[in-house]
């Protein structure tokens, strides 16, 4: 079992940046995807990006202001986000386990608790 926990959420004006950071409790196989995805309210949970070694993915909707990245010595992962959007707020969910089609919310074993980014206008 590995245990997920997100940091780094908070409220921010449009046009601010954050980072997230999310540490996994033990050791992860490098192998596996790490990814972000958000809920906002009353939507399902969409992906956000993903990272294993050098391949990663975006949603067309944060590529070019978000960049994800990763530490397998540490088992952590972390979303930059700039140029922050009203329509960016959500709650931010950490995710492990995929690898294949690492963009397939049902591809993902582990899961965090979240983190709540909220972007005022």
């Known amino acids: 079992q590995v245990h997920l926990v997100e940091s780094g959420g908070g409220l921010v004006q449009a046009g601010d940046s954050l980072r997230l950071s999310c540490a996994a409790s033990r050791g992860i196989s490098s192998n596996s995807y790490m990814a972000w995805f958000r809920q906002a309210p009353g939507k399902e949970r969409e992906f956000v990006a993903t990272?294993?070694?050098?391949?990663?993915y975006y949603s067309d909707s944060v590529k070019g202001r978000f960049t994800v990245s990763r530490d397998n010595a540490k088992s952590t992962v972390q979303l930059q986000m700039n140029s922050l959007k009203p329509e960016d707020t959500a709650v931010y969910y950490c995710?492990?386990?995929?690898?294949?089609?690492?963009?397939?919310?049902?591809?993902?074993?582990?899961w965090g608790q979240g983190t709540q980014v909220t972007v005022s206008s």
């Open positions: 995710a492990l386990g995929a690898t294949r089609r690492p963009t397939t919310r049902n591809e993902y074993s582990y």
């Open positions: 990272i294993r070694w050098t391949d990663t």
